[in-house]
């Protein structure tokens, strides 16, 4: 159900850990507002909890951690998304171009 370039890549880095720092507080990830990537256990996890539909009955599966009302989530023709609230924009074709795209914006 993943799509190839998502397995790629976890099969690199498998999501992102997330560490306790000072006072148990946990640390931010590397995405907006400090998400985090999510492990492949836990993506398996999210995709029993709806495994027709998706999460919400949209299709989409979810990549990241949830952040106030934002994550990124992957459709189930491959492409990335941002779901932000009730609203969800495709900002790139497959897992591998967003990757591509976050480079060459924050290097």
């Known amino acids: ?17 997330g560490s306790a720092g000072a006072a148990g507080l946990h640390e ?14 836990e993506l ?5 909890r709806a495994p027709a539909a998706g999460i919400g009955g ?11 009302f934002q994550h990124v989530a992957v459709s189930d023709d491959g492409a990335v998304v941002l779901v932000s609230g009730f609203n969800a924009h495709v900002k790139a074709p497959s897992w591998a171009h967003f990757l591509e795209r976050i480079l060459r914006t924050t290097v």
């Not at 931010?28 to 256990?41: D, E, I, N, V």
């Not at 398996?44 to 029993?48: T, V």
Request: charged residues 15%; contains cysteine; hydrophobic residues 45%.
């Open 28 to 41: 931010p990830g590397l995405f907006f507002l400090g998400a985090r990537l999510l492990s492949l256990s």
């Open 1 to 17: 159900r993943l799509p190839p370039h998502v397995l790629a890549s976890l099969a690199c880095h498998d999501g992102q850990r």
């Open 58 to 68: 949209d299709g989409l599966l979810p990549l990241t951690t949830r952040e106030g």
């Open 44 to 48: 398996a996890h999210e995709a029993a």
